[in-house]
C-alpha cells in the first residue's frame, strides 16, 4: 500500500475533526477523498503531509508560488530542497514544465501568470523530486471550466508518465468521477462510505431513469408491458412520456425500445438519467456539495504575495 491509515483520531480541544478514520490506497491508484467543508479533509491532508515518512509531493489548497520568481527559479529551488544535483534539476525542470506548457514562459515572473498557470506551476513543482506519492488539496478550486480540464489532463498524464499514487480532495463531482479510481466520503470527521465510484453507486437504491416518449400506442398499455420487465422497479406515466426506474438502464433501452415495438408503440425520444456521483453523496451525507463552498480561497493567499496586492 502506498498509503495506511488506520484508526486515526485528531481532536482539537473540545471538537473532534477525525474519529477513526481508516483508509489504504494501493500503489498507483487515483484515490479521491469527497466531503463538505468541516468534515476532515484538510486536517487529515495536513496530517499526512507532515507525518508520512516516503517522499511525497503536496499542492496545497491556496495558491503558494512566490509572486517575484519566474517558473524556472520556482523548480530550481524547489529541486535544491530535495538535495537533486544541478544537472537533475535543470533537466527535471525543462521536462515539467514542458509538459504543463509553461516552457515557454519559464522566464516570466510568476506575478504575470493567470489562476490556471499558476496551478499548472504548483503541480509541476510538486512533481520535481519524482514523488511517489501526490496529494492535491482541491487542486482546481476557483478555476475556470477549461482550465479545470487542462489540469485534469495533466494530472492523468502525469500518472500514466510516473505511476504516481494521488490522493485527491475536492468538491467537484464531476473531478472525482472522472479522475478517481476509489472515492471515499468524509463527513463530520468519519468516512461514511468507499468504494470505486461505480461501487459506489450501487449501494444507493434509486435505479436509473429511463424517459420514452410514444405514439401510436395506449400510455397505459405501454406501462403495463413496461412492468413486465424483471429490471423495472416502477414505471409511471406523463402525457405521452413512460418515466421508468430500472436496473442498468443503458443496458435495458434496446429490450424496450423493441418490445413496445411489438405492442404497437414507437418510441420518437429516449432519455437515459443514470445515477451520479452527487446522488450517492446526498444518500450518504444528506446535503449536497455546492460548488460555491469552492470559492472560499483566493488565488492570492499563500507564499509570496507583495504587500501592494493585499498582504
Given at each position: 500500500?502506498?498509503?495506511?491509515?488506520?484508526?486515526?483520531?485528531?481532536?482539537?480541544?473540545?471538537?473532534?475533526?477525525?474519529?477513526?478514520?481508516?483508509?489504504?490506497?494501493?500503489?498507483?491508484?487515483?484515490?479521491?477523498?469527497?466531503?463538505?467543508?468541516?468534515a476532515?479533509?484538510?486536517?487529515?491532508?495536513?496530517?499526512?503531509?507532515?507525518?508520512?515518512?516516503?517522499?511525497?509531493?503536496?499542492v496545497?489548497?491556496?495558491?503558494?508560488?512566490?509572486?517575484?520568481?519566474?517558473?524556472r527559479?520556482?523548480?530550481?529551488?524547489?529541486?535544491?530542497?530535495?538535495?537533486m544535483?544541478?544537472?537533475?534539476?535543470?533537466?527535471?525542470?525543462?521536462?515539467?514544465?514542458?509538459?504543463?506548457?509553461?516552457?515557454?514562459?519559464?522566464?516570466?515572473?510568476?506575478?504575470?501568470?493567470?489562476?490556471?498557470?499558476?496551478?499548472?506551476?504548483?503541480?509541476?513543482?510538486?512533481l520535481?523530486?519524482?514523488?511517489?506519492?501526490?496529494?492535491?488539496?482541491?487542486?482546481?478550486?476557483?478555476l475556470?471550466?477549461?482550465?479545470?480540464?487542462?489540469?485534469?489532463?495533466?494530472?492523468?498524464?502525469?500518472?500514466?508518465?510516473?505511476?504516481?499514487?494521488?490522493?485527491?480532495?475536492?468538491?467537484?463531482?464531476?473531478?472525482?468521477?472522472?479522475?478517481?479510481?476509489?472515492?471515499?466520503?468524509?463527513?463530520y470527521?468519519?468516512?461514511?462510505?468507499?468504494?470505486?465510484v461505480?461501487?459506489?453507486?450501487?449501494?444507493i437504491?434509486?435505479?436509473?431513469?429511463?424517459?420514452l416518449?410514444?405514439?401510436?400506442?395506449?400510455?397505459?398499455?405501454?406501462?403495463d408491458?413496461?412492468?413486465?420487465?424483471?429490471?423495472?422497479?416502477?414505471?409511471?406515466?406523463?402525457?405521452?412520456?413512460?418515466?421508468?426506474?430500472a436496473?442498468?438502464?443503458?443496458?435495458?433501452?434496446?429490450?424496450?425500445?423493441?418490445?413496445?415495438?411489438?405492442?404497437?408503440?414507437?418510441?420518437?425520444?429516449?432519455?437515459?438519467?443514470?445515477?451520479?456521483?452527487?446522488?450517492?453523496?446526498?444518500?450518504?451525507?444528506?446535503?449536497?456539495?455546492?460548488?460555491?463552498?469552492?470559492?472560499?480561497?483566493?488565488?492570492?493567499?499563500?507564499?509570496?504575495v507583495?504587500?501592494?496586492?493585499?498582504?
Amino acid at each position: 500500500m502506498a498509503i495506511e491509515i488506520s484508526d486515526l483520531v485528531k481532536v482539537y480541544g473540545k471538537v473532534t475533526a477525525l474519529q477513526g478514520v481508516s483508509i489504504s490506497i494501493p500503489e498507483g491508484d487515483f484515490f479521491g477523498l469527497l466531503g463538505p467543508n468541516g468534515a476532515g479533509k484538510t486536517t487529515l491532508i495536513r496530517i499526512l503531509t507532515t507525518l508520512i515518512r516516503p517522499k511525497i509531493g503536496v499542492v496545497p489548497q491556496a495558491m503558494t508560488s512566490d509572486l517575484d520568481l519566474t517558473a524556472r527559479e520556482t523548480m530550481d529551488i524547489y529541486a535544491r530542497f530535495y538535495g537533486m544535483r544541478r544537472d537533475e534539476r535543470v533537466e527535471r525542470s525543462e521536462e515539467l514544465l514542458t509538459m504543463v506548457g509553461l516552457k515557454d514562459r519559464q522566464d516570466d515572473l510568476v506575478a504575470t501568470y493567470s489562476g490556471g498557470m499558476r496551478r499548472r506551476l504548483e503541480i509541476a513543482r510538486g512533481l520535481v523530486h519524482k514523488p511517489s506519492v501526490l496529494i492535491l488539496d482541491e487542486p482546481t478550486i476557483g478555476l475556470d471550466p477549461q482550465s479545470r480540464h487542462v489540469v485534469w489532463e495533466l494530472l492523468e498524464k502525469f500518472r500514466g508518465a510516473d505511476k504516481l499514487t494521488i490522493l485527491l480532495t475536492t468538491h467537484y463531482m464531476e473531478e472525482a468521477e472522472t479522475l478517481c479510481d476509489h472515492v471515499a466520503i468524509i463527513d463530520y470527521g468519519r468516512i461514511a462510505a468507499l468504494d470505486t465510484v461505480e461501487g459506489l453507486k450501487r449501494q444507493i437504491p434509486r435505479k436509473d431513469v429511463v424517459e420514452l416518449t410514444i405514439s401510436g400506442c395506449d400510455a397505459q398499455r405501454a406501462v403495463d408491458w413496461i412492468k413486465t420487465n424483471p429490471s423495472v422497479t416502477s414505471c409511471a406515466v406523463k402525457d405521452d412520456t413512460l418515466i421508468i426506474s430500472a436496473e442498468n438502464g443503458a443496458n435495458a433501452i434496446p429490450g424496450f425500445v423493441d418490445g413496445l415495438k411489438g405492442i404497437g408503440a414507437d418510441v420518437v425520444k429516449v432519455i437515459l438519467k443514470q445515477q451520479t456521483l452527487e446522488d450517492v453523496f446526498i444518500h450518504f451525507t444528506g446535503r449536497p456539495i455546492r460548488d460555491e463552498e469552492a470559492k472560499k480561497v483566493s488565488f492570492l493567499l499563500g507564499a509570496g504575495v507583495p504587500r501592494k496586492w493585499g498582504r
